[in-house]
Structures are given as C-alpha cells and as structure tokens.
C-alpha cells in the first residue's frame, strides 16, 4: 500500500542583491504559505537559507511535489536554480516536516520551527537538522546541470541581467 515517495532536490541563488537578505516576515510568510501547501499535498521536506541561496528537498508523492516545484521553478525570488537530485524513494527523509528550516540564526530557525514540524516531526535540535540537510547534499550525486529558471526567463522576456549582477 506503501506509494513510492518522489524526491526534488535542489539548490539556487536568491534573485536579490547578496546584501539584501529577505528578512524574517518574508521568511515566515514563505514557511507559512508552503507548509500549508505542502501539508494539503502530503509533502514534506526541509528548506536551508543562506542569505545567497536556497537549498530544499522536496518529498511526497509525485502528484504533490511536482506542481509545487513548478511553482517553485518560476518563483522570481530564485535567479538560478539547479537540480540536485530527483528521485524515487521508498521511505521519507524528513517524514512529519511540512517544511522544516535552516537559516543562518539559530533562535530565529528554532523559532520558525515551531509551527512547522508536525506531530510526527517533534522538534529536533537545530544541530539534528543541519546534520540531517548536509547528509542529503553529500549523499545526493550531482546530476542533472539544469535550468537556469530565471536567467531563462529573463533571456525570454528580454530583460536580461541587467538589474542583478
Ligand atoms: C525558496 C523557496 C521555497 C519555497 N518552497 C515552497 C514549498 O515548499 N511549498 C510551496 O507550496 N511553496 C513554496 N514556495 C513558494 C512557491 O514558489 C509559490 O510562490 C507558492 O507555492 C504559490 O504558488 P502559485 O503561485 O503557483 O500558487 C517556495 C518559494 C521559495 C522562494
């Protein structure tokens, strides 16, 4: 009865200026938005944020990931993104997480983690959940050097670069 569990892997530079990090209501407001999607989908996973980029797994059946990673592909505050991995798995990296997060600011992460680790997800240390992303980035075979969603959409739109260096 089990259904397999489809895997997105992926890691992209924000589309804003290095220095302009997006500051914790964006982010909360993003976490917020996306949980609630990816609870209804059935989709787990764990969002990192650096300031520079994003790196996200995305985990659930192939139903649930796929038209949220579409939204995601063409979500403008990504500039380049890249597929890590995708995958079908037996089992969940991150079962219970609706989407669980990793920024640069521990008690702000721990803070944001309140409210988006399910039941099954009881809180884990900030420490258990680097661990955990970190296994899945060095585990995950760097595959398939995709889509440049934004630069593609930019070179469409004939808006070039021109705005982020
Ligand atoms: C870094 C990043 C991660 C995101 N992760 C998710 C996610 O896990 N689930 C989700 O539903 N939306 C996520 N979003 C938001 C989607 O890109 C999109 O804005 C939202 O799902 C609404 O999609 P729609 O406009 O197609 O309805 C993320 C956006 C960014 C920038």
Redesign the pocket.
């Known amino acids: 009865m089990s259904e397999d569990i489809f895997r997105i892997v992926y890691k992209?530079k924000a589309a804003h200026p290095a220095e302009v990090m997006l500051g914790q209501g964006h982010v909360a407001a993003?976490l917020a938005?996306?949980r609630r999607?990816?609870l209804a989908a059935d989709?787990s996973?764990v969002?990192v944020?650096t300031g520079l980029g994003?790196f996200?797994v995305?985990e659930g059946p192939r139903s649930g990931v796929q038209p949220?990673f579409e939204?995601?592909l063409v979500?403008r505050?990504?500039h380049t993104l890249a597929v890590i991995e995708m995958d079908v798995a037996a089992e969940r990296r991150f079962p219970g997480w609706s989407?669980g997060f990793l920024g640069t600011d521990r008690e702000l992460d721990d803070r944001l983690n309140r409210s988006g680790l399910g039941a099954a997800g009881a809180p884990e240390t900030f420490d258990q959940l680097l661990r955990r992303a970190l296994l899945v980035l060095v585990d995950s075979p760097i595959s398939m050097p995709w889509l440049g969603a934004r630069a593609a959409f930019d070179e469409a739109s004939g808006s070039a670069r021109a705005r982020w260096p």
Do not use: K, T
């Open positions: 992209s993003l938005s996306a999607r990816n989709v996973g969002l944020y994003f996200q995305l949220i939204s995601i979500d505050r990504h989407m």
